[in-house]
C-alpha cells in the first residue's frame, strides 16, 4: 500500500490543523482518538457510535462477538488516553524546566538540593547521607495488569511517534508519514487483542518483568546517578561528592512462593538465568557500540604508561593478543575493549550454563568488569579527555553498578505456614519420630529452635527423608545458597517471611536457611548470610511487630547476621492486607505508629530498622503520588534506606517509556532524599503529640464502622453476586491463584481480588469505608474544638493530609447508581437491601465530613488535573460497567456451555476496560 495515500487518508480524518502540528494543548489525545476511529470504521464500522456516541448507546442487543469488539475499542481508547497523558505530563515538565529551571521542578534532585541549602543542610551532612542512601524499587507480577507484551511494545511505539511528531523540524510531508505510522501501531493493536488466551507461566511474568529493564531502565537508571551529581554540583560547586550505586532494583517474579505452587526451584533458577542473561546481553550491546565509537589513535592522544602495562597484560592473558592489536593497530582503547568483550563472552557462556574452556578468561564477579570499566575511565581522563570518560565509558560502568550480573536482586518469599511445616519436619528427621514435636509458641519449640540452631549440622544430612513439600522447601534455601557463592552474589535480595507472627517464625527460617548452607563462619562465629525480612500484614501483625522485633534483635545470631550483612534489620510492612482487615484510615495509621515504634525499637537494640514497603496501585493497597506518599511516612523512619514493591498496572504506567520511567526514579530518589534530609528538622519544629491522639481515635472509630460491614453474615454472599469476583479468575492475567491454600472465606481471600472486585462494581469500599462515622463519632465527643483539630491537622500534618486526599479522589470515583446496578445481580432482596444501603449511607456520610474538612464543594475539585483525566475517562467506564453489569446476569443465568463461552471474552474485556478507565485498581 502505498505510504502517501494512507498517510493522507489519515489527514483527511483529521480536520484540525492543530492536530497535524501539534499546537493544541490536547492535540495528542485528540489525534489518537481521531485515529483509533478510523481504524474502527475501516474494520467495525457498525460499533462506532459506542466510541462517538456517548454514555446513551448501548451494546446490549449487539451480538457476543460485536460486543466483545467494542469493549476492545473502549479499552484501547483508556490505553491510548494514558499515553497522551504521559505525554502532556512530560511536555508540562520540559516547558517548567525551560522557562524556570530544574529548581523549581517540583520532584528533582535540584529542587530538594536547593530547599535543603536553603534549610541549612551542609555538604558533609549530604556526603554522610549519600553513603547510607539505599533505593530499590521492587517489580512484582500481581494479578491486576493484564496487557500482553506484544501490545506493550506496540503502546510504547505509539508513545516514541508521538515524542517525534512534537519536533518541529518535520515538514508537512514527514509530519504525515509520522501521524500514518501511528495509525498503524493502533491497527496492529486492535488486530493484536489484549486478553491472554491461556493464564501466563511464571516464565511469561519474568518475561515481562524484564521487558521493561530492556525498554527503558537499563539505559535510564544510569542517568539517575547523573542528574543528582549535576544537581550537586550546582549548588555546591566547590565540593566533590561520592555517588554510591544507590539506586538498584529488586524483584519477586519467580521467587514468590507465597500461595503460588508454581514458584519452584527449577523456576526459580530459570528466572535468575534469564535475570542474568539480559544484563550480560545489554552490556555486550553497549560495549559493542563503545568499541564502534573509540577509534582514538595513540599517535592523536597518547595514551598514558599505566595504561599500556595494563593493555598488554589483557593482551597477553587472552591468548589472541597479537589478532587483537593486528586488528586494531595503533587503537588501544578499542584492543583493550576487545579483550572486555572476550571476557564477556565468556561470561556469558557461564551464565547460560555452557561449559568454557579451562584457563578462558572471564569475569567472575561484576565488580571486575566494574575495575576494567575504572581502568579505562582513568586513563581516558589522564590523557586529557575527561569527557569522554564521563559521558561514553562511565554510563556503561554505572549501569554494570546497579544491575551487575543479575539485572535484579530476587527476592524468595513464603508464608509461616509453608515453613513452620518444613521445621517441624526437621524435628522429626532428628531422631524424635515418636510424638508430636512441641507446641507451636511453647518454650520448649523456643528452646529447640534455639539448640538447632547451635549445634552443627549432622554429617550426611538428616537422618529420616523428610515430606516433599519441606524438601522443595529447603532447596529453595540450598539453591540460594549455590548461586550466591556463584557468577553474582547480589542475584538474591533477602527471604520473606509471609504472616510474620512471633520471633519463633524468624528463628524457623534461619533454621531453614542453615540447612540450606546460607550459614558462614564470620570470625569465629556463625552468621547468616541471606538477609532474613519478616513481612507484618494485618492489623494485629502490626501492633504485635516491636515487641517481636525487639524481642528478635536480643537474640546474638541475630544481630550478628545484621550486622555482617551491612548492619540493618529489614521489616516489610503490608498495607493491602491491612487494608482489608481494618479499613483505610486504621491500616494508614497503624502501619505509621509501627514505623515509629520499630525505629525507637531498632535504634535502642543498636540495630537500626529499615522498612520495606509491601504497596499496591490503589489508594486502599497503599498507592499515593510518590512525592506525598513518602513525605507522609514518619519522621526519621526512612533516613536515605527504602523499598517498595511496584505491582501491577503500576510498572507500565511508570517504566514503560524511557521519558517517564526517568522522571518516576528521580521522583523516588528525590522524595527518598527530602525526607532523610528534612523530615525530622520539621518534626522538631511542629510536635504532632495532639495530632497522633486525634488519629489514634479516628483509626478505632474507622475500624469500628468498618467491621460491622465485614462482619455482617451476608456480606460475602452480597460481595459474591454484587462484583465480578468469581469472574476475575477467568482472565488470564497472573499465575498465582486468588486465594491461599484453595480456601473460600473472606478471611483468606488475597487482598488484590478483594481490592479489584470492589473498584469493578464501583462500590470502592476499601479506598474510604468508615472514615464518615470516625469523623461524625469524633465531632460528636469533641465538638467545635475538635472541628478546629481536624482543620489544622488537614493543613498541617502530612498524614492527615494524604488521608483526605486520597479519600476525597476515591470519593470521585465511586458512582451509587452504577452501584446499586451491581446490587440488583444479588438474588436475595434483604441481602441486597441491607448491605447496599449500610454502603449508601456511609458513602452520604464519608462524603459530607471529608468536604467539611476539605473546603470542596464536590469530591475531586481541589485536584485539576485528575477531574480532567476522570472527565475524560468517567462517562465511558461508566457505559461500561453498566454493560458488566448485563453480562454477568446473562454469564451467571446461562446453563448453556456454548453461549458461556460466546460471552465470556465480553464479559473479560469489560473487566479489562474497567480496570483500564479507573487506571490503578489493583
Given at each position: 500500500?502505498?505510504?502517501?495515500?494512507?498517510?493522507?487518508?489519515?489527514v483527511?480524518?483529521?480536520?484540525?490543523t492543530?492536530?497535524?502540528?501539534?499546537?493544541?494543548?490536547?492535540y495528542?489525545a485528540?489525534?489518537?482518538?481521531e485515529?483509533?476511529?478510523?481504524?474502527?470504521?475501516?474494520?467495525?464500522?457498525?460499533?462506532e457510535?459506542?466510541?462517538?456516541?456517548?454514555?446513551?448507546?448501548?451494546?446490549?442487543?449487539?451480538?457476543?462477538?460485536?460486543?466483545?469488539?467494542?469493549?476492545?475499542?473502549?479499552g484501547?481508547?483508556?490505553?491510548?488516553?494514558?499515553?497522551?497523558?504521559?505525554?502532556?505530563?512530560?511536555?508540562?515538565?520540559?516547558?517548567?524546566?525551560?522557562?524556570?529551571?530544574?529548581?523549581?521542578?517540583?520532584?528533582?534532585?535540584?529542587n530538594?538540593?536547593?530547599?535543603?541549602?536553603?534549610?541549612?543542610?551542609?555538604?558533609?551532612?549530604?556526603?554522610?547521607?549519600?553513603?547510607?542512601?539505599?533505593?530499590?524499587?521492587?517489580?512484582?507480577?500481581?494479578p491486576t495488569?493484564?496487557?500482553r507484551?506484544?501490545?506493550?511494545?506496540?503502546?510504547?511505539?505509539?508513545?516514541l511517534?508521538?515524542?517525534?511528531?512534537?519536533?518541529?523540524?518535520?515538514?508537512?510531508?514527514?509530519?504525515?508519514?509520522?501521524?500514518?505510522?501511528?495509525?498503524?501501531?493502533?491497527?496492529?493493536?486492535?488486530?493484536?487483542?489484549?486478553?491472554?488466551?491461556?493464564?501466563?507461566?511464571?516464565?511469561?511474568?519474568?518475561?515481562?518483568?524484564?521487558?521493561?529493564?530492556?525498554?527503558?531502565?537499563?539505559d535510564?537508571?544510569?542517568?539517575?546517578?547523573?542528574?543528582?551529581?549535576?544537581?550537586?554540583?550546582?549548588?555546591?560547586?566547590?565540593?566533590q561528592?561520592?555517588?554510591?550505586p544507590?539506586?538498584?532494583?529488586?524483584?519477586?517474579?519467580?521467587?514468590?512462593?507465597?500461595?503460588?505452587?508454581?514458584?519452584?526451584?527449577?523456576?526459580?533458577?530459570?528466572?535468575?538465568?534469564?535475570?542474568?542473561?539480559?544484563?550480560?546481553?545489554?552490556?555486550?550491546?553497549?560495549?559493542?557500540?563503545?568499541?564502534?565509537?573509540?577509534?582514538?589513535?595513540?599517535r592523536?592522544?597518547?595514551?598514558?604508561?599505566?595504561?599500556?602495562?595494563?593493555?598488554?597484560?589483557?593482551?597477553?592473558?587472552?591468548?589472541?593478543?597479537?589478532?587483537?592489536?593486528?586488528?586494531?593497530?595503533?587503537e588501544?582503547?578499542?584492543?583493550?575493549?576487545?579483550?572486555?568483550?572476550?571476557?564477556?563472552?565468556?561470561?556469558?557462556?557461564?551464565?547460560?550454563?555452557?561449559?568454557?574452556?579451562?584457563?578462558t578468561?572471564?569475569?567472575?564477579?561484576?565488580?571486575?568488569?566494574?575495575?576494567?570499566?575504572?581502568?579505562?575511565?582513568?586513563?581516558?581522563?589522564?590523557?586529557?579527555?575527561?569527557?569522554?570518560?564521563?559521558?561514553?565509558?562511565?554510563?556503561?560502568?554505572?549501569?554494570v553498578?546497579?544491575?551487575?550480573?543479575?539485572?535484579?536482586?530476587?527476592d524468595?518469599?513464603?508464608?509461616?505456614?509453608?515453613?513452620?511445616?518444613?521445621?517441624?519436619a526437621?524435628w522429626?528427621?532428628?531422631?524424635?519420630?515418636?510424638?508430636?514435636?512441641p507446641?507451636?509458641?511453647?518454650p520448649?519449640w523456643?528452646?529447640?529452635?534455639?539448640?538447632?540452631?547451635?549445634?552443627?549440622?549432622?554429617?550426611?544430612?538428616?537422618?529420616?527423608?523428610?515430606?516433599?513439600?519441606?524438601?522443595?522447601?529447603?532447596?529453595?534455601?540450598?539453591?540460594?545458597?549455590?548461586?550466591?557463592?556463584?557468577?553474582?552474589p547480589?542475584?538474591?535480595?533477602?527471604?520473606?517471611?509471609?504472616?510474620?507472627?512471633?520471633?519463633?517464625?524468624i528463628?524457623?527460617?534461619?533454621?531453614?536457611?542453615?540447612?540450606?548452607?546460607?550459614?558462614l563462619?564470620?570470625?569465629?562465629?556463625?552468621?547468616?548470610?541471606?538477609?532474613?525480612v519478616?513481612?507484618?500484614?494485618?492489623?494485629d501483625?502490626?501492633?504485635?511487630?516491636?515487641?517481636?522485633?525487639?524481642?528478635?534483635l536480643?537474640?546474638?545470631?541475630?544481630?550478628?547476621?545484621?550486622?555482617?550483612?551491612?548492619?540493618?534489620?529489614?521489616?516489610?510492612?503490608?498495607?493491602?492486607?491491612?487494608?482489608?482487615?481494618?479499613?483505610y484510615?486504621?491500616?494508614?495509621?497503624?502501619?505509621?505508629?509501627?514505623?515509629?515504634?520499630l525505629?525507637r525499637?531498632?535504634?535502642?537494640?543498636?540495630?537500626?530498622?529499615?522498612?520495606?514497603?509491601g504497596?499496591?496501585?490503589?489508594?486502599?493497597?497503599?498507592?499515593?503520588?510518590?512525592?506525598?506518599?513518602?513525605?507522609?511516612?514518619?519522621?526519621?523512619?526512612?533516613?536515605?534506606?527504602?523499598r517498595?514493591?511496584?505491582?501491577?498496572?503500576?510498572?507500565?504506567?511508570?517504566?514503560?517509556?524511557?521519558?517517564?520511567?526517568?522522571?518516576?526514579?528521580?521522583?523516588?530518589?528525590?522524595?527518598?532524599?527530602?525526607h532523610?534530609?528534612?523530615?525530622?528538622?520539621?518534626?522538631?519544629l511542629?510536635?504532632?503529640?495532639?495530632?497522633?491522639?486525634?488519629?489514634?481515635?479516628?483509626?478505632?472509630?474507622?475500624?469500628?464502622a468498618?467491621?460491622k460491614?465485614?462482619?455482617?453474615?451476608?456480606l460475602?454472599?452480597?460481595?459474591?453476586?454484587?462484583?465480578?469476583?468469581?469472574?476475575?479468575?477467568?482472565?488470564?492475567?497472573?499465575?498465582?491463584?486468588?486465594?491461599?491454600?484453595?480456601?473460600?472465606?473472606?478471611k483468606?481471600?488475597?487482598a488484590?481480588?478483594?481490592?479489584?472486585?470492589?473498584?469493578?462494581?464501583?462500590?470502592?469500599?476499601?479506598?474510604?469505608?468508615?472514615?464518615?462515622?470516625a469523623?461524625?463519632?469524633?465531632?460528636?465527643?469533641?465538638?467545635?474544638?475538635?472541628?478546629?483539630?481536624?482543620?489544622d491537622?488537614?493543613?498541617?500534618?502530612?498524614?492527615?493530609?494524604?488521608?483526605?486526599?486520597?479519600?476525597?479522589?476515591?470519593?470521585?470515583?465511586?458512582?451509587?447508581?452504577?452501584?446499586?446496578?451491581?446490587?440488583?445481580?444479588?438474588?436475595?432482596?434483604?441481602?441486597?437491601?441491607?448491605?447496599?444501603?449500610m454502603?449508601?449511607?456511609?458513602?452520604?456520610?464519608?462524603?459530607?465530613?471529608?468536604?467539611?474538612?476539605?473546603?470542596?464543594?464536590?469530591p475531586?475539585?481541589?485536584?485539576?488535573?485528575?477531574?480532567?483525566?476522570?472527565?475524560?475517562?468517567?462517562?465511558?467506564?461508566?457505559?461500561v460497567?453498566?454493560?458488566?453489569?448485563?453480562?454477568?446476569?446473562?454469564?451467571?443465568?446461562?446453563?448453556?456451555?456454548?453461549?458461556?463461552?460466546?460471552?465470556?471474552?465480553?464479559?473479560?474485556?469489560?473487566?479489562?476496560?474497567?480496570?483500564?478507565?479507573?487506571?490503578a485498581?489493583?
Amino acid at each position: 500500500m502505498n505510504e502517501d495515500v494512507r498517510a493522507s487518508d489519515v489527514v483527511d480524518q483529521t480536520s484540525n490543523t492543530a492536530l497535524i502540528t501539534g499546537t493544541s494543548p490536547k492535540y495528542a489525545a485528540q489525534l489518537l482518538f481521531e485515529l483509533l476511529l478510523d481504524v474502527v470504521r475501516r474494520h467495525e464500522p457498525a460499533i462506532e457510535p459506542i466510541l462517538t456516541g456517548g454514555a446513551e448507546i448501548s451494546i446490549a442487543e449487539y451480538s457476543p462477538e460485536l460486543m466483545a469488539r467494542a469493549l476492545s475499542a473502549q479499552g484501547i481508547w483508556f490505553q491510548l488516553l494514558s499515553i497522551a497523558d504521559q505525554n502532556a505530563t512530560m511536555r508540562r515538565r520540559r516547558h517548567i524546566e525551560r522557562e524556570r529551571g530544574r529548581d523549581d521542578l517540583l520532584g528533582s534532585f535540584d529542587n530538594v538540593i536547593d530547599g535543603a541549602k536553603s534549610a541549612g543542610v551542609g555538604p558533609r551532612e549530604i556526603e554522610t547521607l549519600l553513603q547510607n542512601l539505599r533505593i530499590r524499587p521492587v517489580i512484582t507480577a500481581h494479578p491486576t495488569e493484564s496487557k500482553r507484551v506484544t501490545v506493550l511494545e506496540k503502546y510504547r511505539k505509539i508513545y516514541l511517534l508521538l515524542l517525534e511528531l512534537e519536533n518541529a523540524r518535520w515538514t508537512k510531508r514527514e509530519r504525515y508519514t509520522i501521524i500514518a505510522n501511528i495509525r498503524d501501531q493502533i491497527e496492529l493493536v486492535w488486530m493484536t487483542g489484549e486478553l491472554h488466551l491461556q493464564k501466563p507461566k511464571v516464565e511469561h511474568e519474568v518475561l515481562r518483568g524484564l521487558h521493561f529493564f530492556d525498554e527503558a531502565l537499563f539505559d535510564r537508571a544510569p542517568e539517575v546517578l547523573e542528574l543528582l551529581q549535576g544537581a550537586l554540583k550546582r549548588h555546591y560547586p566547590d565540593e566533590q561528592f561520592d555517588l554510591p550505586p544507590f539506586f538498584q532494583f529488586g524483584s519477586w517474579i519467580g521467587g514468590d512462593r507465597d500461595g503460588n505452587p508454581f514458584v519452584t526451584t527449577e523456576v526459580t533458577g530459570w528466572a535468575l538465568r534469564k535475570n542474568a542473561m539480559a544484563a550480560l546481553n545489554y552490556y555486550h550491546g553497549r560495549l559493542v557500540a563503545l568499541a564502534r565509537s573509540m577509534s582514538i589513535s595513540q599517535r592523536a592522544l597518547p595514551i598514558p604508561e599505566a595504561f599500556k602495562e595494563e593493555l598488554a597484560r589483557e593482551l597477553r592473558a587472552s591468548g589472541d593478543g597479537e589478532a587483537i592489536a593486528e586488528r586494531n593497530p595503533g587503537e588501544p582503547y578499542r584492543q583493550f575493549l576487545t579483550c572486555i568483550l572476550r571476557k564477556l563472552d565468556a561470561t556469558m557462556q557461564r551464565a547460560n550454563v555452557q561449559e568454557i574452556d579451562v584457563g578462558t578468561p572471564h569475569y567472575t564477579n561484576a565488580d571486575e568488569l566494574i575495575h576494567d570499566l575504572r581502568r579505562m575511565e582513568r586513563a581516558l581522563s589522564d590523557a586529557n579527555s575527561p569527557n569522554i570518560a564521563n559521558e561514553m565509558v562511565r554510563p556503561v560502568r554505572r549501569a554494570v553498578e546497579l544491575f551487575r550480573f543479575s539485572t535484579v536482586r530476587l527476592d524468595l518469599r513464603e508464608n509461616t505456614t509453608r515453613t513452620t511445616q518444613a521445621v517441624q519436619a526437621l524435628w522429626g528427621s532428628e531422631g524424635n519420630s515418636e510424638g508430636d514435636p512441641p507446641e507451636l509458641g511453647s518454650p520448649e519449640w523456643r528452646a529447640w529452635l534455639l539448640q538447632a540452631l547451635a549445634r552443627p549440622l549432622p554429617d550426611g544430612g538428616s537422618n529420616e527423608p523428610l515430606p516433599p513439600e519441606a524438601e522443595e522447601t529447603i532447596a529453595m534455601f540450598t539453591q540460594a545458597a549455590e548461586i550466591r557463592r556463584g557468577l553474582d552474589p547480589d542475584s538474591y535480595g533477602s527471604f520473606i517471611i509471609s504472616m510474620t507472627r512471633s520471633v519463633d517464625d524468624i528463628l524457623g527460617a534461619y533454621l531453614l536457611a542453615k540447612h540450606g548452607g546460607l550459614f558462614l563462619d564470620a570470625a569465629g562465629t556463625e552468621i547468616c548470610s541471606l538477609p532474613i525480612v519478616p513481612l507484618f500484614e494485618t492489623i494485629d501483625d502490626l501492633r504485635a511487630a516491636p515487641a517481636i522485633m525487639r524481642e528478635a534483635l536480643a537474640i546474638p545470631l541475630i544481630r550478628r547476621s545484621t550486622r555482617w550483612q551491612g548492619g540493618l534489620q529489614e521489616v516489610m510492612l503490608g498495607y493491602s492486607d491491612s487494608n482489608k482487615d481494618g479499613g483505610y484510615v486504621a491500616a494508614n495509621w497503624e502501619l505509621a505508629k509501627a514505623q515509629q515504634q520499630l525505629t525507637r525499637v531498632g535504634e535502642r537494640a543498636g540495630t537500626p530498622i529499615s522498612f520495606f514497603h509491601g504497596r499496591g496501585g490503589s489508594v486502599s493497597r497503599g498507592g499515593a503520588p510518590t512525592g506525598r506518599a513518602i513525605a507522609a511516612q514518619p519522621a526519621g523512619s526512612i533516613r536515605g534506606r527504602f523499598r517498595v514493591t511496584e505491582q501491577g498496572e503500576v510498572v507500565s504506567s511508570k517504566y514503560a517509556n524511557k521519558g517517564t520511567a526517568l522522571y518516576q526514579m528521580e521522583l523516588l530518589a528525590s522524595s527518598v532524599l527530602q525526607h532523610a534530609l528534612m523530615s525530622e528538622r520539621e518534626a522538631a519544629l511542629k510536635p504532632s503529640g495532639e495530632f497522633d491522639d486525634a488519629l489514634e481515635a479516628l483509626s478505632g472509630l474507622s475500624r469500628v464502622a468498618y467491621d460491622k460491614l465485614l462482619s455482617n453474615p451476608n456480606l460475602v454472599e452480597y460481595f459474591q453476586a454484587a462484583s465480578p469476583l468469581e469472574e476475575i479468575s477467568l482472565l488470564n492475567i497472573g499465575s498465582r491463584p486468588a486465594r491461599r491454600f484453595g480456601a473460600s472465606s473472606l478471611k483468606d481471600l488475597r487482598a488484590i481480588p478483594w481490592v479489584f472486585a470492589w473498584s469493578q462494581n464501583r462500590h470502592m469500599i476499601t479506598n474510604w469505608y468508615g472514615v464518615g462515622s470516625a469523623i461524625q463519632s469524633f465531632l460528636d465527643v469533641r465538638g467545635e474544638k475538635g472541628a478546629r483539630l481536624l482543620g489544622d491537622m488537614f493543613n498541617e500534618s502530612r498524614l492527615m493530609r494524604l488521608i483526605v486526599d486520597e479519600v476525597e479522589k476515591a470519593l470521585a470515583r465511586v458512582d451509587l447508581r452504577i452501584a446499586r446496578d451491581y446490587a440488583s445481580l444479588v438474588s436475595d432482596e434483604r441481602v441486597r437491601e441491607e448491605i447496599f444501603s449500610m454502603i449508601e449511607q456511609e458513602y452520604a456520610l464519608t462524603k459530607e465530613m471529608v468536604l467539611s474538612i476539605s473546603g470542596s464543594a464536590f469530591p475531586g475539585e481541589r485536584f485539576e488535573q485528575f477531574r480532567a483525566s476522570l472527565a475524560d475517562r468517567l462517562s465511558t467506564v461508566n457505559q461500561v460497567s453498566r454493560e458488566q453489569v448485563e453480562l454477568l446476569r446473562r454469564f451467571r443465568a446461562s446453563e448453556n456451555e456454548q453461549e458461556r463461552e460466546s460471552l465470556k471474552p465480553a464479559l473479560l474485556l469489560s473487566i479489562n476496560t474497567v480496570a483500564a478507565g479507573l487506571g490503578a485498581t489493583g
